[in-house]
């Protein structure tokens, strides 16, 4: 009690006077503001809630009047594209939106926020314009920057060229290891409604030291370098053709060099429009590879040109009950037919009703083609450091999770005092 009494007063001690509070603008809940649930993964979802307040948060499509199904995909230059679905629920069922966003690949994390919190309350307008709170709503127009205008996507002067280039290291050291890394990566990216050109090259080289003890040292070292180049053509809402090409060396793989290039066709059952949302595609390619290894394989072969084709099949879905993705993929040398490999991928994330959600994923392989595995045995430390690649005939792996929320329906406010959520 002694010390209950303590803490009360001092609190009171530090509570400023009553008449000298400010508080800061209450939440809109009960107010009859609209009740959003905002179903994004790549949202700023605290800027969001400081900055648009005439909307009330909810943390289930279930309490919304408004679902905001927010979808993203990657652009040529870099940035991303934002598509925003508006559906309607309860009062408003059957009255739905889009807008888009697209930030550019230069643009800060604050500028592309902002850009989305813009086309984000634009599309609620629609919605807001029916509640208590539309007559506190005031609309303008952003003033127009001094200075010539942007140029128009004609008079670009890199004809939609985008290049970027990087390079990181590290060096970890403790009394009896140390490791050194370096990597380098460079690509050039040209991306139009008819054509997409993609130009990567990765090089990186890793050395690991390691005291045995008794004077006794192990260096592992290994060198991977990867240059790719990709050019797709469009051919109409459903049809795409693509030709790919590399050169490589992967001590994992036991190459010291591999070269390699194919050809393809893509059919997606759903317009390519509707990407974002939902995408079914039926992929075939057929190509050619020339391998040179490090060490004499279990086939006995030093080098050797290959030819193959693969089968893939991909569905994914974003709606507002989750998402999901499933894929197949099989892969078939033509010299021997018995070389196969067979992968079937999969991930469901859905909320099966209010507050609850299950996930789960998983992978299931059927290896039969590693001809690129070295004769002879490994030795324990190439096991442990997983610097070969090893025999096998299957891989799987799956995970699973549910969680469940419940409580105020509300997800208004943020307080980032001591970091805290």
Not at 78 to 88: A, C, K, M, N, V
Not at 202 to 215: A, H, K, V
Request: glycine residues 8%.
């Amino acid at each position: 009690m002694r010390y209950a009494a303590v803490l009360t007063a001092l609190a009171a001690a530090l509570a400023p006077p009553a008449a000298a509070q400010v508080s800061p603008p209450a939440p809109p809940t009960g107010t009859g503001a609209l009740r959003v649930f905002l179903d994004c993964t790549r949202c700023d979802f605290d800027f969001l809630r400081q900055e648009i307040t005439f909307i009330n948060y909810v943390r289930d499509r279930k309490d919304a009047e408004v679902h905001v199904l927010v979808t993203t995909l990657g652009t040529g230059s870099g940035g991303l594209e934002y598509t925003l679905e508006y559906i309607g629920l309860e009062r408003f069922a059957g009255v739905e939106a889009s807008l888009r966003y697209v930030s550019s690949g230069t643009d800060t994390s604050d500028e592309r926020r902002r850009g989305f919190a813009q086309v984000f309350q634009l599309g609620l307008m629609r919605y807001v314009a029916e509640t208590p709170l539309a007559s506190q709503i005031t609309i303008g127009r952003r003033g127009q920057a001094a200075g010539p205008s942007a140029a128009a996507p004609g008079e670009d002067p890199w004809n939609f060229w985008i290049f970027r280039l990087s390079t990181n290291g590290d060096y970890r050291s403790e009394a009896r290891t140390s490791r050194k890394a370096f990597r380098t990566s460079f690509s050039a990216n040209r991306t139009t409604e008819a054509w997409k050109i993609s130009l990567n090259s990765n090089i990186s080289y890793s050395e690991s030291r390691f005291d045995l003890g008794e004077g006794e040292i192990f260096v592992n070292v290994t060198r991977n370098y990867e240059h790719r180049g990709l050019v797709v053509k469009s051919l109409g809402d459903h049809w795409s053709a693509a030709a790919r090409g590399s050169v490589s060396r992967s001590t994992f793989f036991n190459q010291a060099l591999a070269l390699s290039t194919s050809a393809g066709l893509e059919y997606d059952i759903f317009p390519y429009a509707e990407s974002t949302r939902r995408a079914f595609t039926i992929r075939y390619q057929v190509g050619v590879e020339r391998n040179r290894y490090e060490e004499m394989t279990i086939f006995n072969k030093l080098k050797e040109t290959l030819a193959g084709h693969s089968l893939e099949a991909s569905l994914s879905l974003r709606q507002p009950w989750g998402t999901s993705g499933l894929s197949f993929e099989f892969v078939q040398f033509l010299h021997d037919l018995s070389k196969q490999r067979a992968e079937l991928d999969w991930n469901f994330d859905v909320r099966l009703f209010r507050g609850f959600s299950f996930d789960i994923d998983g992978n299931v392989s059927r290896v039969r083609d590693q001809l690129y595995l070295p004769a002879g045995d490994r030795s324990a430390e190439e096991i442990l450091l997983l610097r070969r690649q090893l025999a096998t005939t299957h891989r799987y792996s799956v995970g699973f999770g549910i969680s469940y929320q419940f409580g105020s329906i509300y997800n208004n406010v943020v307080n980032p005092r001591f970091g805290g959520r």
